[in-house]
């Protein structure tokens, strides 16, 4: 318990880091004393492009990791990420829809953010209705409809794209790579209001998944409701999937290599690996996009891409470093 403020501190410190780090940097330079003090274009830039970018891109990674580590403990599976479920799969097939069909707005929301919304919520439930067998969930069937309602929407959105024409394809194409652009204010405290709450009761039950992750029977043997955690974390996991992804599309690895880097640094005590990957995963995609939007500027590479092409070598590399490590 002695180590846990000073890893969660050095994880906070680089989240702070990478925020300041997403607002300074950039494809133009930033005055930040003319910003502060209202001298145009620096202060635009600040206020209506670098700091609603940042603060989604810190919501975007958090939420994703925090939901990696809850699924992986949910259904005991090292490879789980934030989209298992089919939540992802749900969000994109009704981003792809609203985007085929031109919806432009609801209730003054995206088109396409709140179709994405439907499609994650719809999927949810559909996969709580197929796993649940008279009135009880099983990890094993969340998991298998999961990958199957995850197959079944892949499967729309290729059939929908190979309908529309070469516009409407590339725009299908660029929001299923995840890409961060900076939203309005009002979508940034509706995505506060959903996602704090949602963080809160996740850290809350720490101590529930510590032995979820165990196994059900052990959970139930120590008074863990296991039926009703897996409701709750079902729920709470795709929810914090569902919101992030409905405005940037799918940002791949990010809850996969975060929760596993984290666990070979600090165990699996969720009561810290949570905060930890809260933190880590927000700064770990706020300077991904920074890297996107200034390696090739002016051109922007989608934070989706950056964060595969990082993620992948490096789980490779952790995954024979932990080979070599058994060996040893």
Known sequence: ME????????????????????????SRTLNLAAALHGVSPDHEILWELRLPRALLSLWTGGALAVAGVLFQALLRNA????????VSGGASLGAVLAIVFGWSSFAGISGVSF????????????NV?????????SSVSLLLAGVTINSMCG??????????????????????????????YLTLVWLTAVLAP?????????????????????????????????VLGCLAGSILTG?????????????????????????ADHRTLLPCSFLLGAAFVALCDVFSRTILAPVEIPVGVITSLLGGPFFIWMLSSRRRGVAA
């Not at 846990?4 to 607002?23: L, Q, Y």
């Open 198 to 230: 949602v963080c809160a009761v996740v850290f809350w039950y720490s101590r529930e998944w510590n032995l979820l992750s165990v196994g059900e029977t052990w959970a139930a043997a120590r008074g863990v409701s296991t039926g009703k955690m897996l």
């Open 3 to 26: 180590n846990k403020v000073p890893v969660v501190m050095i994880c906070a410190a680089a989240f702070v880091a990478a925020g300041i780090a997403a607002v300074t940097i950039g």
């Open 129 to 137: 209705v197929l796993a649940s067998n008279r009135g009880r969930l």
């Open 155 to 184: 499967a729309a959105i290729l059939f929908l794209s190979s309908l529309v024409g070469l516009l409407k394809s590339f725009a299908v194409t660029r929001w299923l790579m995840g890409g961060i652009d900076a939203p309005d």
């Open 115 to 126: 179709a994405a919304c439907v499609g994650a919520a719809a999927v949810l439930v559909l």
């Open 79 to 86: 490879l789980a990420t934030p989209y298992t479920l089919g």
């Open 243 to 267: 919101a992030v992804t409905a405005l940037t599309g799918p940002i791949a690895f990010v809850g996969l290599i975060v929760p596993h880097a984290l666990r070979m640094w600090v165990g």
